[in-house]
Every structure is written in structure tokens, then in C-alpha cells.
């Protein structure tokens, strides 16, 4: 262990360190104080670069964690830097597991919220299965915040890894891949094989005495949507479970590996979609009641890239039907980053192509290939937009381009490499330019700008709960405070990370641990919203975890690589 002095003198560097000279927070340098433990190990699939993955076999290695405030753990032989986006700065997100807990004094509130997630677990038969989305009962109705979500306990999983508590999460993974087998109707319409529930809840059956499942994939949820993005996180938090535990022998049971090809499958089918992009209904994602996002939301768009590619390292080539579906993936993962890429992309230069656009081109030679009319931009925007940054908007599809800024999908587009090193840097910057439009007093926005008045009723239905700068309509949501913090490392912007959780930590604890907060700053606790809510709990540990010991982004990240994206073979139509 260290000395106090050297202990101090660490704290005292970091809360010193700039972002705006090259010196800030220098992770080289500060990592390299770290004990260095000798820990043979191979490496896991998922450290070699795709270009070696031969449709021919995987690996594994193994890994150990370590426990929060326990004061040791093992480490690793040494960080692996990797090239990430922002100018040459090194991100540390190669590791399958931490190391060797950096020696920050920890923030009171980090206690109090590790006592407040564990009290959000809930068990099946005497194993923990996960966390429920919210511990608030003061409430007059419960409806389905006792149920454990999919996408809400993506933050609990990552809390429980990086905590060396993989149990939980190993459990959550194998449940939910069983109720995966169950047949799913809803109005006597069945759903594809590949679907994962929304949500599923524990319930004692009063006539055994034992504990049973009962899941909800869509049939009782507000506006009967299914989710598109649970598979999505499923696959996430696979990937997240083999690189933190360095244990591959669970996503490589024949079990995982159907459980990864039955979604991949159902995401992959062939239709009469010309775009690579996912088509999706209003509801199916975080924002999970009507709000405009049909057609091809960008966060949907992320987290499939995001899935593909987590599945494409996870897959066994020599599995039965494995081979054919990762040959797919490939495929489809090198038209889906040119697309997004390219049409969803807006920075000044582009808002300025689009503002001089021409309609009604036809054939392979015109410039505005999905006929956005220049009038349809939003006056906002021609304010909002700076002159240095850009961002992945809300929506592309014919005759509509959706500028809203949407948090989630621009994070997980950086975290999955889906960002160009450039885009990148640029989605940071913007959120450096537009700080109080997109943060404000409470990390993070959901969405920029709100809708309200006449768009509100018609895009919304009138819903009471999304009222302009309110829960999904430009609400301010803290889970999202661990997407950005991870993002923020992985650029290399550690500034703003460390800017947003204080914000964080001045009000979560004392406002009750808030699902969102409400108005254009995020100044006001939520008018619906649950108190004791879980992912904002997690996602805080989350993010203070990651800013401390920036190996853990290896659970969550995924590194550019250029060599495995195949040439892209476009008709006629694709070009000019």
C-alpha cells in the first residue's frame, strides 16, 4: 500500500490537474505510481485486434477483481493505453478487469449509495438476480418500479463488476436468457424468437412456496411497445461480465451462443428496408413513450452497432450457424458506420450544406439523398450550433432529419468506436460550447431542445408526464452521468467528467436520489419522479468508479479497428 504522503500528494495532483494544458490529469504518468503486480494472463478474445479473428476459434484468460473500499485487490501487469479520440490522449479501456484501487479519498456519498443499491437487490431462490428500478414506496402506485429492468440495471451490472461482485450479474444474464425461451404473445400476435423481456419481476407462489418469473416483454407496458434495445444491452453487458471477469466460458455455453445468434438474428433479417439502420417504433428505448423518436433513432442505432459488435467477439466461429451470422455482422456493421457516419452527422458545415440544399434530385447523383427540405431546420438550431462541434442527430429517414440532440446514443456512438476519432472530440466539444443547454445544474439531458405547444400535442399525444423540459422531453437524468463520464475518458476530457459529477454530488443525496429533474437547467426534482431510483444511484457509483480507475472503460468500450471493416460494396444508387 502507499504512504499517506504519496496519497496525498496523488489527490493533490489530480484535484490540481487542467484539461487545458496537455499535463491534465495525466493518466501515463499518475498510473504508473500504481503497485505493479505480476498476473500471468492470455488474452481474452476480446484483446486482439478483429483483423486476427479468423472465423476459426476464440480464447479466454482469466482475471481477478477487486472490492470497494476493501484497500486491495489484484491489479493488472500493467495498464493498456490505447489510441482514443482527442489529439494523441491515451484512454486505459483495454483491461478485462480492474486493478489495484487508485488511493482517492472517497466521497461520503459513495457509501451512502452503495447501501442504497444493495438495498434494490432482490434474489430468486436465494440468489441475487438483480436490482429493481426504484426502492421508493412513498409513492402512491407502485406500477412496475419493483420489477427489475433490462436497461435499468446496465449501471447496476457494471457497479456490481467493477466491485469484483460478478455473481449478481452472472445470475441476471442466465435468467433472463431462460424467459428469452419463453413464447411471447401479445394479442395473440407472437413475437420473434430473439426478443428479451423489458422487465421481469420475482413473485411468491403462494400455493408452492417457491419463487417464480413473471416477465413483461411488451404486454403490459404503457403504450404495449416492446423493447428493441433489451437484446442490445444484453449482449453489453455479456461482453462487459467476460472482459471484467476475464472468464469466457459463459458467453461460449451453448446456451449464450444461441441466446447472442437468436438476436442477431432477429436484427439482421432481410425486409425491404434500403438503409442498414434499424427501423423502430415510438417507445421501444429509453425514451419509452411516444416522443417522435419512430423510424431510425439515433440511440437504437448505437446500441445495435454497439451489440454487433460485442456479438462478433463473442460468437465461436465453430459453432453450429455461427459462422454465417458473424459473416452478416461484418457485412452489415461496415454499411451501418458509412450511414450513420455520413447522414446523420451535423456539424456548421454540414447545417450550411443542408440550409443550401436543392430538392426533388433523382437518381444516384443527387446530393440531398433522403429530400430534407431546408426549410424544415428548426430555428433553434441556427443559434445552437457552434462553430467548433458537432453531434449525431435524433432521426434520419425520407423527407425528415429530427436535429434533436439525443444524450445516449452520442455517448454510446463514442463508446463503440461508431464515432470517428474526430466526430468524437467534436461531440465533446459541443458539450463543453453548450454547457448549460445540455448539462445545466444536473447531469445529464436527456434531450435538446424540449418540444412544447403545438408539436408537444401532436408529437407527444398530449402526455401530461412529457410537458416541456420534463422527464423524456428534455429532462435532466442522472443515470446518463456515467454514459458521459466514460465518454469523457475515453476522449480524453476528463475535465468535464469531473465538472459533472460534483454537480452530481451537490444535490443527488440531499434531493433523494431523483429518477430526473426537471425545467431547462435541471434545477427542480422531477414532478413524477421516484425517489431512491436505482440507475441514478449505480450510475453515479459508476462514473466515480471509471474517473478513479479509468481500466474499468475496458468493460464498456470498444476501440476502433480498422482492418476488420470489409470493402464496401455499393450499387449504383449508394454513390455520388
Avoid at 152 to 166: H, K, R, T, W, Y
Avoid at 489 to 504: F, Q, S, V
Avoid at 508 to 534: C, F
Wanted: include cysteine; aromatic fraction near 10%; charge should be neutral.
Amino acid at each position: 500500500m502507499e504512504s499517506a504522503a504519496a496519497a496525498a500528494a496523488m489527490r493533490k495532483a489530480s484535484s490540481q490537474a487542467s484539461l487545458a494544458d496537455p499535463d491534465d490529469f495525466d493518466l501515463t504518468r499518475l498510473l504508473n505510481h500504481k503497485p505493479r503486480i505480476n498476473v500471468e494472463r492470455q488474452r481474452s478474445f476480446d484483446d486482439r485486434s478483429l483483423s486476427e479473428l479468423s472465423l476459426t476459434g476464440g480464447g479466454g484468460g482469466s482475471r481477478g477483481g477487486w472490492v470497494y473500499g476493501a484497500g486491495g485487490g489484484t491489479g493488472a501487469e500493467s495498464y493498456e493505453s490505447m489510441y482514443s479520440p482527442g489529439g494523441g490522449l491515451r484512454s486505459y479501456c483495454g483491461t478485462p478487469a480492474s486493478s489495484t484501487r487508485l488511493s482517492f479519498e472517497p466521497h461520503p456519498l459513495v457509501g451512502e449509495a452503495w447501501d442504497a443499491l444493495r438495498r434494490s437487490l432482490v434474489s430468486f431462490r436465494g440468489q441475487p438476480l438483480g436490482t429493481i428500478a426504484a426502492v421508493d414506496h412513498s409513492s402512491g402506485e407502485v406500477l412496475n418500479y419493483d420489477q427489475v429492468f433490462v436497461r435499468d440495471f446496465v449501471p447496476s451490472a457494471l457497479a456490481f463488476l467493477m466491485n469484483g461482485e460478478p455473481e449478481v450479474v452472472r445470475n441476471f444474464l442466465l435468467k433472463t436468457l431462460l424467459l428469452q425461451g419463453w413464447e411471447k404473445r401479445i394479442d395473440r400476435f407472437k413475437l420473434g424468437e430473439g426478443a428479451m423481456p423489458a422487465s421481469f419481476k420475482v413473485l411468491k407462489d403462494p400455493k408452492r412456496g417457491v419463487d417464480k418469473l413473471v416477465a413483461d416483454f411488451g404486454e403490459s407496458a404503457i403504450g404495449r411497445v416492446a423493447p428493441v434495445d433489451s437484446g442490445f444491452w444484453w449482449i453489453i453487458i455479456l461482453r462487459a461480465y467476460t472482459k471484467s471477469t476475464g472468464d469466457a466460458s459463459l458467453a461460449e455455453t451453448p446456451m449464450c451462443q444461441k441466446g447472442i445468434r437468436l438476436i442477431m438474428n432477429q436484427c439482421l433479417a432481410e425486409g425491404f428496408d434500403t438503409f442498414p439502420t434499424l427501423l423502430c417504433a415510438d417507445g421501444c428505448c429509453m425514451i419509452d413513450r411516444r416522443m417522435g423518436v419512430y423510424g431510425y433513432p439515433i440511440e437504437i442505432q448505437a446500441l445495435f452497432y454497439m451489440a454487433l459488435r460485442c456479438a462478433l467477439l463473442m460468437l465461436r466461429p465453430d459453432a453450429e450457424g455461427n459462422k454465417e451470422v458473424m459473416e452478416r455482422i461484418v457485412t452489415r456493421l461496415g454499411a451501418l458506420s458509412y450511414h450513420v457516419r455520413g447522414y446523420f452527422w451535423l456539424d456548421f458545415q454540414q447545417l450550411n450544406d443542408i440550409y443550401r440544399f436543392k430538392t426533388e434530385e433523382y437518381s444516384h447523383t443527387a446530393v440531398n439523398k433522403f429530400n430534407v427540405n431546408p426549410e424544415s431546420i428548426p430555428d433553434w438550431l441556427f443559434d445552437f450550433m457552434p462553430t467548433r462541434g458537432g453531434y449525431f442527430v435524433g432521426n434520419v429517414s425520407p423527407a425528415r432529419m429530427d436535429f434533436r440532440w439525443f444524450a445516449l446514443g452520442n455517448c454510446v456512438a463514442i463508446l463503440a468506436s461508431l464515432a470517428t476519432p474526430d466526430q468524437a472530440s467534436a461531440i465533446m466539444d459541443l458539450v463543453e460550447e453548450r454547457w448549460e443547454e445540455l448539462v445545466g445544474e444536473m447531469p445529464v439531458k436527456i434531450c435538446y431542445p424540449a418540444i412544447e405547444g403545438h408539436e408537444w400535442q401532436t408529437v407527444t399525444g398530449c402526455d401530461p408526464k412529457n410537458t416541456r423540459w420534463s422527464y423524456h422531453n428534455g429532462g435532466s437524468w442522472p443515470v446518463l452521468l456515467w454514459l458521459l463520464t466514460a465518454a469523457c475518458i475515453k476522449t480524453g476530457r476528463l475535465k468535464i467528467a469531473r465538472r459533472a459529477i460534483e454537480l452530481a454530488e451537490a444535490r443527488l443525496a440531499r434531493d433523494g436520489w431523483p429518477e430526473y429533474y426537471d425545467g431547462k437547467l435541471g434545477r427542480y426534482i422531477g414532478k413524477q419522479a421516484r425517489k431512491l431510483q436505482t440507475w441514478s444511484i449505480a450510475g453515479y457509483l459508476v462514473a466515480k468508479m471509471m474517473l478513479e480507475d479509468p481500466s474499468h472503460l475496458g468493460m464498456i468500450s470498444l476501440e476502433d479497428d480498422k482492418p476488420m471493416k470489409p470493402v464496401l460494396r455499393r450499387s449504383a444508387s449508394w454513390t455520388g
